[in-house]
């Protein structure tokens, strides 16, 4: 089967000689038809003009993109036109036309696609009653908050039953509790109408709860890309790991660790709650096994791809053998790190990643190698949790 | 005052008919052509719709050059171009035509401020539907730009009775002419007061017109 869209070596550089900036660099890509894939990256990445490749919003400099088979690269400004009425897109600030009802934002692109009155005004009733904001027609968008404005996007960009939809930060003007309903909505748009939808953003946490698939992108390169779940439990990428850490603090910091050490001196690990392995029943199973005493003292457990993720951290008491027994029995089907006591402390592999430098400014291409890979991550399966922005939550992300 | 208002209020009705002509002949003329040059300046402008640096200078400069001329000069200065395109260069139809050209190139910069604070994220919507870019600039942006507009043009409206004033210079009549040679000329204070009274309501009439319909084209 046909990938719904294609990036081939596409670029593209905005300016010309020493002002020029690559926002969109060398990008490989395949997107899966009916998927939802998540492009997450932090402001300057590039991923609002790679998701305008798809729809010649921005044409590329060099590469190929094909959408649904056709490459629209060499195509000309009347045919781009078919091409964009084919996919649907929603922005950050809504773009409604505040001179138009609701009604008539939605009842435009039909226009434009020139479908009849009678039609029109039967697709549109049909649409706002999909996204549930059928009573408000009438009303003008002035009137509307945040998730209704997006509501009358999304039905706007659903009229003309687009095989693809694109979501460009799509949330990122809402509260958390529109944030959901809206992403929920998508999720419907995925499910029943079977679109392909490409999420563009920089909330980690919209990207967790839809997405299949998901590209992190620097620099205007994708950096790492792969199934949601993959990528998150194991990220490779120190923009990985910075991303996962504002989703889940699960591990904790080396201050604190500092503050636990003093509360429970004993010895504590940190395991590691994947889908297959370490779950809560395996520590607790352990724990009776071994006739050993665990407290949790730190950790989450939330979700990615609607599949468990999180850590943690236990503090054991008792027999030391049995202890190292049950460690030993732990680390055959999870991972497991040994925080040591507060008489022997251990260092956490997470805390590197914490202490290395910022990156550079996000909108200059420099440090990207021809592959655009970024070399430097941190060891493994280290998870940021430095004390930039965020709260630390034990559980909290646990729903 | 009685003896003379018998004798001068059928010329002064005659005026405001006259003035009321110029003026709305000017702002249909002069007013649909300045939304021409104003949505090509706007649209030709680097990153908009129809960018084309060289239409783009050319209207910039066309519009820099004609608008700071005082209008009694200009007047005068396009009398060849009057005398070619309606034959002669005195009376009403002479004003008209000066003040539609004046009129165009204010409009084009008044249009053009309007719709530069229109948000480009709108104009990208349309284009993501497939819209082409005559459809947007016909049924996206004027439409969203549509309360200032109004305003602008009110503004235009005033501005164009002010140039009226001075077709009396060229032979033609008017308010401006009345209160000059029935007021000014005749040492009658009090026609030059009536004629500003007249004036002042025109003007306010017009002003009261278009907020109201810019409230109504606004739908906050």
Do not use: C
Request: no cysteine; glycine share 12%; hydrophobic share 45%.
């Amino acid at each position: 089967m046909t990938a719904a869209i294609s990036f081939r070596a596409a670029t593209k550089v905005f300016g010309t000689g020493r002002d020029a900036v690559r926002a969109v660099d060398s990008v490989t890509l395949d997107i899966a038809r009916g998927e939802i894939f998540g492009v997450i990256g932090y402001s300057g990445a590039g991923k609002s003009t790679l998701v305008r490749l798809v729809n010649a919003l921005e044409t590329v400099t060099s590469g190929e993109v094909i959408v649904g088979g056709q490459n629209i690269t060499e195509l000309r400004e009347p045919e781009l036109r078919k091409v964009r009425a084919g996919i649907g897109m929603i922005f950050q600030q809504f773009n409604l036309m505040s001179s138009r009802t609701v009604a008539g934002n939605v009842a435009y692109p039909l226009k434009v696609a020139g479908w009849s009155k009678q039609d029109r005004k039967r697709r549109v009733a049909e649409l706002l009653d999909f996204v549930g904001i059928a009573d408000k027609a009438r009303t003008y968008p002035g009137k509307l908050s945040g998730g209704q404005k997006q509501r009358v996007g999304i039905a706007r960009a659903l009229a003309t039953s687009p095989s693809i939809l694109l979501a460009d930060e799509a949330t990122s003007a809402l509260d958390p509790d529109t944030t959901q309903d809206v992403l929920t909505l998508l999720q419907r748009v995925n499910r029943e109408l079977g679109i392909t939808i490409v999420v563009i953003t920089h909330e980690m946490d919209v990207v967790r709860s839809i997405a299949h698939r998901v590209a992190v992108m620097e620099q205007g390169a994708v950096i790492e890309h792969g199934a949601a779940y993959d990528v998150f439990a194991s990220p490779r990428q120190r923009a990985t790991q910075r991303f996962v850490a504002t989703t889940l603090r699960d591990r904790p910091s080396p201050e604190v660790l500092e503050r636990l050490r003093h509360r429970h001196p004993g010895r504590m690990i940190t395991v590691s709650v994947r889908e297959d392995v370490g779950t809560g029943v395996d520590v607790f199973a352990g724990l009776r096994t071994h006739g050993v005493d665990g407290a949790i003292v730190f950790g989450g457990i939330t979700e990615i791809d609607e599949r468990p993720f999180g850590s943690l951290t236990v503090e054991l008491g008792g027999d030391d053998a049995a202890i190292e027994a049950l460690i030993a029995d732990l680390r055959q089907t999870t991972d497991v790190h040994d925080l040591g006591t507060a008489a022997d402390p251990r260092d956490v592999p997470w805390s590197a990643a914490a202490e290395a430098p910022a990156p550079e400014d996000e909108t200059t291409p420099a440090g990207v190698g021809p592959d655009g890979v970024r070399s430097g991550g941190v060891g493994l399966g280290g998870v940021s949790s430095g004390g930039d922005a965020g709260v630390t939550r034990p559980f909290g992300g646990a729903r | 005052m009685n003896r003379d208002w018998s004798e001068l209020t059928p010329i002064l009705v005659e005026s405001i008919r006259e003035t009321l002509y110029m003026v709305s002949i000017t702002i249909g003329v002069g007013g649909f052509l300045g939304l021409v040059f104003g949505v090509l300046l706007y649209a030709t402008r680097k990153g908009n719709l129809l960018e084309n640096a060289f239409v783009f200078a050319i209207l910039n400069v066309a519009v820099n050059i004609v608008r700071p001329i005082p209008f009694i000069i200009f007047i005068t200065a396009v009398g060849p171009l009057t005398l070619a395109t309606i034959g002669t260069t005195i009376g009403n139809d002479a004003v008209i035509f000066a003040m539609s050209i004046m009129a165009a190139f204010v409009t084009a910069r008044i249009v053009e401020q309007n719709l530069v604070a229109t948000d480009p994220g709108v104009i990208e919507a349309a284009r993501a539907m497939g819209a082409s870019r005559l459809r947007i600039i016909v049924t996206v942006l004027i439409p969203e730009a549509l309360a200032p507009l109004i305003l602008g043009y009110t503004f235009l409206l005033i501005g164009i009775i002010d140039m009226s004033a001075l077709a009396g210079y060229v032979g033609g009549g008017g308010l401006g002419n009345f209160a000059i040679v029935y007021g000014y000329q005749r040492f009658n204070w009090e026609v030059t007061f009536v004629t500003v009274i007249v004036i002042i309501g025109i003007v306010q009439l017009a002003q009261v017109l278009g907020n109201w319909l810019a409230r109504k084209a606004l739908h906050r």
